[in-house]
Structure formats: structure tokens, C-alpha cells
């Protein structure tokens, strides 16, 4: 796991400035504090920040081909690098190294473009070709790593693992990207390819990008995709076998490290269910953290105990306070651009925790979206019976008037919301999935921002984010399609982009299993009713777990990993809520908002009339992310 950086002149021969590459390099060192290496030439100039994981003796970056032809630098891990080295020394390609990184140099060599359809793992990185004098950058198919890229205004390309990266660059423009903001406020976070920044762009999951001296940047090229595509009939033993077998490989091909790994294990079925398959791969105990909170309703440190007690791990765990909001301000510059998921606290906090035993750690993220864990798949699969009941054109106008007339009750438990329900009633599938995810409505959007910055969006809405990924859905099975916009949305956009932040800020790896893409592209092929079942999500995986984990880990309810924003901001973070979203030089300064409609979710939060938690902790990690940049309306 490293960080990664890079300048390339796409319209003439400058060597970059050394000191600048250096300098820019510097700002993820916590990205790769073990070594740092830069390189430069006319046309080019590459850099890398890294965490040693294998091969820790000759790995360093960024590297060469033996011909001296083409240099890499790369950040992640490709998990099936023995075998490729094996495949290419055949082909007479002879190695000076035991790394993954070399792989890459003579895939490249060996198969163009196309070796990143052979890498199996987590991958970014930048490969130039001196011979064809173009850079090739390449994202892996989940997004687990980042990579940005810009543009800039004297026409070299820069590009980076973190947004910090390219921020440090003096010519690097800051102009506001208006539908970023758009999205964000709705979503939570700035979906792929968008940045909050107009010229800054996301290489998309699944994506590589072919950049040629003397040519214009050419369109983020797919390589792969989930593919849905149904997997032969079987009986309902032999698809748990399989799928037991299947997540063990996954966790066997990560086990690969010359320093020490464990495993996040939160008491939830899918950190239990890896960890169960390392504690019967590993002849050693299983290292083992959990974060636990002082508020009940949040602690699940009790089932990570009962794993951690049924495999014997070396299991340590931690209590954070309910009062932990010192990290608002770290967030912000942690994050770069505005990143609203409150849960990044205790997300950091267990990276920290686990930074403290093991420098690799294994997750159990993907499996919710894999498996249609999430309760919001329940409530839209009920709805949905009720809209293909009754045709969009009856829907609408009945089911919307009763969503503007029928009274909020966010404070009630949802199936009491019927506000929320007659809303998505009225609306079509995809567009009433984006409102059960989003954080604000439409109608909360229209309200929150100023008539000059709606005016800059000219019409645009979040809703084309969704709907262009449901135009190229390889399925329109009505679960799958929202598992499938989940992750293209939330799994890449969220949870990965959080866990990536937060471990690297402490120089940890985390590898997914759940995420292999050989064990994803079987399991979107099973049919949905393996997935979800009545009011059971993940029925196939928890059925197949169930000789592995207590019946109590897998048969719970469903806890968040949250944390109580509600009681902070009518407490402690009253004031700083104030200050930043009321008083002038906070978000009044922009020019994006309605002063008004801010005012009164403030007012009606602190006098506990409504509960606008959400919508507040995404305005204030708004503020503490863009505090320093000019994002005035017309400016």
C-alpha cells in the first residue's frame, strides 16, 4: 500500500520540477512512511510514497523495466503476481525481484493494455512507455484504490492517490464544480469521475486512461464490469459449499504478507465470516480489533467477543466516547473534499487501533451490497411490489399528492414515515431508490441552496448520476439493479473511499475479500432470492455460516456504526454549529446557500422540533473541508 504521484506533459518535452514533485509527493507521506522515490525526465516525472508489505528488501519505487524502457509507480496489491510472474517467465521475461510491482512492467510489456484484465487485487498506478511515449494509468475494478488527475492550465497532467496530492500544486485551479456540490449534498459524497473541483477528476473503478505526448486527454476506458450473469442451477447445499469455498479463496490469496495481519472484526456477519475463514486457513491465532462505544445502542463489541472467544484470536478492542468529535476538523483535511458518512470517526479510530499490532488488515466490506444486507433493500423490494401494482402514470399524481400533504415524521421509526413512502411510491424504480439514500430530498435541496447557485447547476440534478449507471446495468432484475447502483455509488464512493482514508492516515493496508472479482462475479449471478429473502438479507451466506458462527452473530439485527450526532450538535457542538453555518465567514460567504433555510434547520435541530442531523453534519463537513478554498457563487 503506497502513495502514488505523477506529472506528464501532454504538449511538450519539460522535465518537471524535481523540488515540486518532491514537495507534492511529501503530502501522502502517510500513504508509504517507510521509503520515498521520485524520478524525472523530459516529459515525466513520477513519484511514490511506500508502505513495505512484500518483498520488503527490493521494492522500491518507482520502477524500471531491465531495458530501462518503462517505469511504474504503483500503489496495492495484486494477489495473483506468483502466477503471472510464472506465465511471463515463460514467455522469456526474466525477473530481479520477488514483487508485484515488477509484474506490472512486463504485463505491460507482454499484453498491453489488457494485463490489467489478468491482475487479480487492489490496484492504482501510473506506467510510462518511453518507446510509445504515453502513460498508462489504471484504476482496480472496485475502486478499493483511488487515483485523481487533472490538467493544468499550462497543459501537463497531473495525477495522485489523494486529492491533497494534486492540491499542492500552485497551478492546480479550485473553481467549484457545481454539480459536485449537487451530488454531494444529496449523496453524501462526490461520485465517480466528479470532484468538488471542475478540472479534477476520479479515474473510475474498472477504468484505465491511454495518455499520448502531443495529444488531448482521451475518454476513461472500461475494462470490466459486474456482470450479473446467472450461475448454473444448483441445490441450495451445494451453493453454500461453493460458497464457503469460493470466500476462503478469496481470504487464502490475501494471507500474502512479510509483516503482521489481522483482521477488523466489528461482530457483524461479513468481518465474522472473514474471520472464521483466516482462523481455519492460519495455523497461528487470528489478530483481532474492535471499537466499542460507551452508548449501547452502538456497541456490538459483545458479538465480536463471541467470535473472537469461538477461534481463540488474539483478539484487543478499545471504547470510544460518545463524545469523540475532536476529529471534525482532521476529517476535513483527511478527506480533501466534502465527505459526510459520520461513521468515518470510529472508522478511524479502529484503523488506529489496529495500526497498533498489524500493518495489514483484512475487512469485511462489500458484503451488505453482495448480499443485500442493508435494510433499505427490504423497504424498497416491498415497495416495489406496490409500484409494479399500479402504472407511474396512476402512481404520480396519486401517491405525490399524499407526499405533499401527509405530515413528516422523521422521529418515528420508518414504517410509520409514510411521507417517505408515498414520495418513492411516485416515483420509478431507480429514481425512488436515490431518494430512500438520500441524505437530502429534492424538496430539502430546492430549499437549501441560494437561487444564484441553482442557477450555476442549469437544471442539472443528481438524479442523471443514477440513471446513466441504470442505462448501462447489466441486469434489470429490480434487486439487482440497486445492489448494482449501490456499488457504483455508495461502496466506491463511501465505504472504500472512507476505510482508504482512514487506514492510510496510519499506514495501514486493508484487503477485502468480499471484493475479490472472480468470488463477485459468481456471486451476482446467483438469483435474488438467494440474497434476500422474505425479510432476511444475506439468507444464502448466513445459511452457509451457520456451522462456522453464533446463531446470535448472524441472526441480529443490524447495527450501525454511528455515532450521535443529534445529541452533539444540541450539545457540545452547539455553538461550533453556529459559527460555521450561521456567522459570516462560515458557508454565508459562499453564496451557495439560503441563509434562511439554514437558520431554520438549525433552530428547529437545537429546539428538538426536528431531528436534521444529517443534513447538518453534511453542511458542517462541508465547511471544514472547503474553509480555505474561494467558492463563491460567480466568482
Known sequence: MCGIAGIFDLTRQREPDRELLAAINQTQFHRGPDEGGLHTEPGLGLAHRRLSIIDL????????????????????????????????????????????????????????????????GMFAFGLYDRAARNLFLARDRFGIKP???SVLPDGQLIFGSELKVLKAHPQLSRQLEPRAVEDYFALGYVPEPKTIY??????????????????????????????FAP???ASEADLQAELLARLREAVQVRLVAEVPLGAFLSGGVDSSAVVAMMAELQSEPVNTCAIGFDVKRFN???????????????????????????????????YDEPYADSSAIPTYRVCQLAKQRVTVALSGDGGDEHFAGYRRYRWHMHEERLRQALPLGLRRPLFGALGRLYPKADWAPRVFRAKTTFQALARNSVQAYLHSVSICSDEQRAALFSDGFKRELQGYSVHSVFDDHAANSPTDDPLSMIQ??????????????KVDRASMAHALEVRVPFLDHPFTE????????????????????????????????????????????????RGPLRQRLRQDLLESGGLAATGLFNQDYLARLV????????????????????????????????G
Not at 199 to 209: A, F, I, N, S
Not at 541 to 564: A, I, N, T
Not at 618 to 629: P, S
Open 198 to 227: 471542475r478540472d479534477v477528476y476520479k479515474l473510475r473503478p474498472g477504468h484505465t486512461l491511454l495518455l499520448q505526448h502531443g495529444e488531448p486527454v482521451p475518454a476513461q476506458q472500461q475494462y470490466w464490469d459486474i456482470p
Open 57 to 120: 528488501a527490493s521494492g522500491q519505487q518507482p520502477m524500471f523495466s531491465a531495458d530501462g524502457n518503462l517505469c511504474v509507480s504503483y500503489n496495492g496489491e495484486i494477489y495473483n503476481f506468483r502466477e503471472l510472474m510464472q506465465e511471463l517467465r515463460g514467455l522469456g521475461y526474466e525477473f530481479r525481484t520477488h514483487c508485484d510491482t515488477e509484474v506490472i512492467l512486463y504485463a505491460w510489456q507482454a499484453w498491453g493494455a489488457a494485463c490489467v484484465q489478468r491482475f487479480r
Open 300 to 334: 456490538e463489541t459483545e458479538y465480536a467477543a463471541m467470535v473472537a472467544e469461538r477461534y481463540h484470536t488474539n483478539h484487543f478492542q478499545e471504547t470510544v466516547s460518545s463524545e469523540d468529535f475532536g476529529l471534525l476538523d482532521e476529517l476535513g483535511a483527511l
Open 231 to 233: 450461475v448454473a442451477a
Open 522 to 569: 459468481w456471486v451476482s449471478g446467483l438469483p435474488p432470492a438467494w440474497k434476500l429473502r422474505g425479510q432476511e438479507g444475506k439468507y444464502l451466506l448466513k445459511k452457509s455460516l451457520e456451522s462456522h458462527l453464533p446463531h446470535d452473530v448472524l441472526y441480529r439485527d443490524k447495527m450501525g456504526f454511528g455515532v450521535p450526532l443529534a445529541k452533539w450538535f
Open 603 to 634: 433552530d428547529e435541530h437545537q429546539s428538538g422540533l426536528r431531528d436534521h442531523s444529517a443534513p447538518l453534519w453534511t453542511l458542517l463537513m462541508f465547511q471544514a473541508t472547503v474553509r480555505d478554498d474561494q467558492f463563491v457563487v460567480g
Open 484 to 497: 448494482y447502483l449501490d456499488m457504483k455509488t455508495y461502496l466506491v464512493g463511501d465505504i472504500l473511499t
Open 147 to 149: 487515483l485523481f488527475y
